[in-house]
């Protein structure tokens, strides 16, 4: 069973923030944290279609610049998610900048940045190119809880932890996958193609029964096309698997409010990506940076129950020994041994079996 989200550090070596997270068979690239891009090749960046920044330290959010460069003329639109004065801090690095020539590009860009605030409104507002990023379409809106982005394959939730500053931590979550069944497949002499994603869209959103698909797909015989309803294509869908949750914490002081905050976003989760900036014998000093220690992120796992841990942000004070600040984060957390974070592709392939040997999370 192959999983829909595949997220990785956007550094290697785990000192800077940042999540990536390639959404498979859409060819989308979701990102947390807009900090070192440059890291990225421009193929990769102009994958994203939704950036969330947890706040707007200059670690998270200086690679907007980047990202923008590359994604002028070859992006058509971008959505970013934010706290409080996002879309201020959004326009503010739009404006820094004169755009008497962007109206020209064939390909324009939309912008459309939303801010959650603690006080459960949103806010949001459209900067085009075609308009030399003026800001436009501006409304503030109640937020749904702590859901920030939903669409048919997954979701994104965030909520505030204190950092001396609001700070949004994230939870990505994955809808149920669909597993369909080969041999029912061949019965019906059909292959695999881009509507079997269509009709697993249709079945997950509830889609009326006698709602069309589309069918085109290939085989030594030609291309076929054909039309039939989800009624008549429900019974090759085999069954559902429950998706995975990942989680991205990240700039936060330690303290029981913080805890519980994340206690309501991240208990049981599958993947958690959490700060570790700094050893523990530097506690005091942690407290005073409104930063975690690697032992306090790994309790934090512990409590939260997450089935595989993978430490960040570690602070520069500690360079070369990283692998110290991994093994107290894991010693914490009590889960499984980890190798060093260099060259390391994902959380799970760092702590714990791999996500597609582990039984499916148990329903959420
Ligand atoms: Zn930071
Ligand atoms: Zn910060």
């Keep these: 069973m192959s999983f829909l989200l595949s997220p990785r550090l956007l550094d290697p070596e785990a000192r800077e923030p940042g999540l990536i997270v390639d959404v498979r068979d859409q060819r989308r690239t979701l990102l947390f944290d807009l900090g070192e891009l440059d890291r990225l090749p421009p193929r990769v960046l102009l994958r994203v279609s939704h950036a969330f920044v947890t706040h707007n330290h200059m670690d998270h959010f200086a690679g907007f610049d ?66 030399s990023f003026a800001r436009a379409e501006e409304a503030t809106f109640p937020l749904d809880g702590d859901l ?10 965030g909520r505030f932890v204190d950092h001396e500053m609001p700070v949004l931590a994230f939870a990505l979550e994955e809808k149920a996958c669909l597993r369909v069944a080969p041999d029912r497949l061949a019965a019906m002499g059909l292959t695999t193609g881009p509507w079997l994603g269509t009709l697993k869209r249709a079945l997950l959103t509830g889609a009326p ?8 797909w290939r085989d030594r015989h030609g291309e076929h096309a054909m039309t039939r309803s989800v ?76 089935r595989a841990l993978q430490p960040f942000h570690f602070s520069p004070r500690y360079r070369g020994r990283e692998a110290e600040l991994m ?7 009590g889960g499984p041994p980890c190798k060093p974070p260099a060259g390391a592709a994902s959380a799970a392939t760092l702590a ?11 329903a959420r």
Excluded at 209 to 216: F, H, N, Q, S, V
Excluded at 352 to 362: C, E, K, Q, Y
């Design 327 to 333: 093994a107290e984060a894991h010693a914490a957390w």
């Design 66 to 131: 980047h990202l923008l460069a590359v994604a002028l003329g070859r992006m058509a639109r971008l959505v970013l998610w934010g706290g409080p004065g996002f879309v201020d801090q959004v326009e503010h690095k739009l404006r820094a900048y004169t755009w008497n020539v962007v109206q020209r590009y064939p390909l324009p860009l939309r912008i459309e940045v939303h801010e959650a605030r603690p006080d459960g409104m949103g806010r949001r507002a459209c900067f085009d190119s075609r308009a």
């Design 231 to 306: 009624a008549e294509l429900r019974h090759l869908v085999l069954d559902a698997v429950a998706g995975r949750r990942i989680g991205y914490v990240t700039d936060l002081r330690h303290s029981e409010a913080n805890l519980e905050q994340l206690a309501g976003l991240l208990t049981d989760v599958d993947w958690l990506y959490i700060e570790s900036v700094f050893l523990d014998a530097d506690r005091a000093h942690a407290l005073r940076k409104n930063h975690l220690t690697a032992r306090q992120a790994g309790e934090i796992a512990r409590r939260l129950g997450a």
């Design 352 to 362: 714990g079996a791999a996500p597609a040997d582990r039984p499916p999370a148990s």
């Design 148 to 157: 920030l982005h939903d669409e048919a394959a997954f979701r994104v939730r």
């Design 209 to 216: 029964a006698d709602t069309p698909i589309d069918l085109r």
